[in-house]
């Protein structure tokens, strides 16, 4: 069997991320000998947990689970019910949106809610214009999900063919999120709820292609939800699955080289650890910070450099406070939203720096999972979105950080009627852009890698298998499809069907796409023909044209 045959190709996974420990639990299901290794004592890279002394659970990284069908696929492929490994707990709201006003919206999945929300502001024809919005960023996720999270842009020409030609332009990848926003959104307050989720990407809404309009869409549609334990379950939970097929962990063993034949081609023949062991491998999957591993853990090269100088998302300074009592003005998830939008997201990708007025989003996992805080507190995160390290530019970091504690503090306490809300905090953690760069080796401190301008997604995005070195891949972040959790574990799936098809083997039935099985007479889909729609007025035409006839032919 293949399995059999494939029993000794050994694979070596750079990196304990949610890409590698997906990419770890499919070639172990197919019989590889797969050992992960991981520079850090703990898994998850960005979707790592933190814990203070008290008992209060934080999640370093990403706390949106969006996306939840790509989660469920993922365990399907693997033979498992993602219900027997995550227990989700879906928002509701999804968040509050604070404005400088003091006014807030809360954004849903119900439509009576939103209805009641979109009427306020805009009245009825306003929320016949989100209708249609919702309607065309629909088209957007379904579209932007099967041409582009469920393909390899292996060459140039799986890109330049004329039905991708006019999907481009289905999926207005010219137009801008902000602009477009403003064709069904006529009031500024609208525009900006309906557009700050690029930011999800690190990216400007009025830089991010039309296209990611689709992030609010799987927000409305499918909901926002909390794994209870934290977002690290997903990567504990593939790791567990990853192990029951063999795979080994290693933590603590951070990679100094992959090592090849030579510096411009040949064969990748495994990794040396900074102790000085060597671990040969057929395979080795790199799931550490592409622009990093390109230069410096390859051999140095004209595109290690060209890379480091790609456009790159935001970086951030985030505050993990533990809480001496629950702060009940704050649900799940907020968004504060500066009064000077544009002007804020200019400071940070423009002028890298810490905008003037920050927008910035705060996290309660305690207020959806009672574990991450002591019973009767609150654990808080706050995201605050900066210009990522910047060579070119002067920044003071440090500065920075107490600037931004400020105002936060100060906003916070305005926007939300709580006094003193300093008072209130028992501890504090912070995570600097060179935390963040030093922790998770992220180029530049950017914490979601490179952006996805239209010249860096789909072909142009760096690829999944190295150019040169054979037998050398790479998912993640800032690799073929995309940044994002869901969007990483569509990556580990092309990843694993590649090596599959470069070896020669086939893939597995059950990582095959499934339409909905019809379970009776009842569920079989009747496609709806368009002319039929006309078939009456062709009837009214004939019917009128044989009266004028008959009424002409008396004066004949």
């Known amino acids: 069997s293949y399995i059999t045959l494939m029993a000794a190709k050994k694979v070596i996974i750079i990196g304990a991320g949610v890409g590698g420990s997906a990419v770890a639990a499919r070639l172990s299901q197919q019989g590889f000998d797969v050992t992960v290794v991981e520079k850090n004592s703990f898994s998850g890279g960005r979707c790592s947990l933190i814990y203070d002394e008290d008992g209060h659970r934080f999640d370093r990284g990403p706390s949106l689970y969006l996306m939840p069908k790509v989660f469920e696929e993922t365990f399907k492929d693997l033979g498992e019910d993602i219900k027997d490994w995550l227990e989700l707990k879906q928002c509701n709201p999804n968040y509050k949106v604070h404005f400088h006003d003091d006014e807030i919206i809360e954004l849903s999945c119900d439509l009576a809610q939103m209805k009641t929300q979109i009427e306020k502001y805009e009245g009825a024809p306003g929320y016949s214009r989100f209708l249609d919005f919702v309607k065309e960023s629909h088209y957007h996720y379904e579209s932007a999900v099967n041409m ?5 842009f292996e060459s140039i020409w799986d890109l330049l063919t ?41 990216m400007s809404p009025f830089d991010a292609p039309a296209t990611y309009n689709l992030l609010q869409y799987t927000e409305l549609a499918e909901g926002i939800w909390y794994p209870i334990g934290g977002f690290n379950k997903v990567v504990q939970s593939l790791e567990a699955i990853a192990k029951k097929n063999g795979a080994k962990f290693r933590y603590s063993c951070p990679v100094k080289s992959i090592d090849v034949d030579s510096p411009s081609s040949s064969k990748t023949k495994g990794v040396t650890l900074e102790s000085g062991e060597k671990i040969e491998a057929d395979i080795v999957v790199c799931n550490a910070d592409l622009i990093y591993a390109y230069g410096n853990l390859l051999p140095k090269s004209p595109y290690a450099s060209r890379l480091s100088e790609k456009n790159l998302t935001s970086s951030s300074i985030s505050f993990y406070w533990s809480m001496k009592q629950v702060v009940p003005e704050l649900d799940a998830h907020n968004i504060f939203l500066a009064e000077k939008y544009q002007e804020s997201f200019d400071d940070i990708f423009k002028r890298y720096q810490l905008p003037t007025e920050p927008s910035f989003y705060v996290n309660v996992p305690s207020r959806m999972d009672p574990s991450a805080a002591p019973e009767g507190r609150d654990t808080m995160v706050v995201l605050v979105p900066v210009g990522y390290i910047n060579p070119k530019v002067e920044q003071n970091f440090p500065e920075m950080i107490k600037t931004a504690r400020r105002r936060i503090l100060q906003i916070i306490e305005k926007r939300t009627g709580v006094k003193n809300f300093e008072s209130l905090i028992l501890r504090e953690r912070i995570s600097t852009p060179q935390d963040w760069q030093r922790d998770f080796n992220l180029h530049r401190g950017s914490i979601l890698g490179l952006s996805h301008d239209i010249l860096q997604v789909l072909w142009f995005r760096p690829s999944t298998r190295h150019q040169t070195h054979k037998n050398l891949y790479f998912v993640g972040a800032s690799t073929q499809p995309g940044t994002g959790v869901p969007i990483v574990l569509c990556g580990a799936k092309l990843v694993g069907k590649q090596i599959l098809g470069d070896l020669g083997m086939s893939v597995p ?30 009837i009214l035409i004939l019917a009128i044209n044989y009266q004028l006839f008959s009424m002409l032919k008396q004066y004949i």
Not at 148 to 152: A, E, G, I
Not at 509 to 526: C, F, I, M, Y
């Open 162 to 202: 004329p039905s991708n030609a006019l999907e481009g332009i289905r999926l207005h990848v010219i137009d801008k999120v902000y602009s477009r926003a403003c064709r069904f959104f006529w009031t500024d307050r609208l525009r900006r709820a309906f557009t700050f989720q690029s930011m999800y990407m690190g």
């Open 509 to 538: 039935d059950a990582w095959q796409l499934e339409g909905p099985r019809p379970k009776g007479s009842l569920d079989v889909v009747h496609h709806y023909s368009a002319w039929l729609g006309w078939l009456p007025v062709f």
């Open 148 to 152: 582009v999270l469920r393909r390899n």
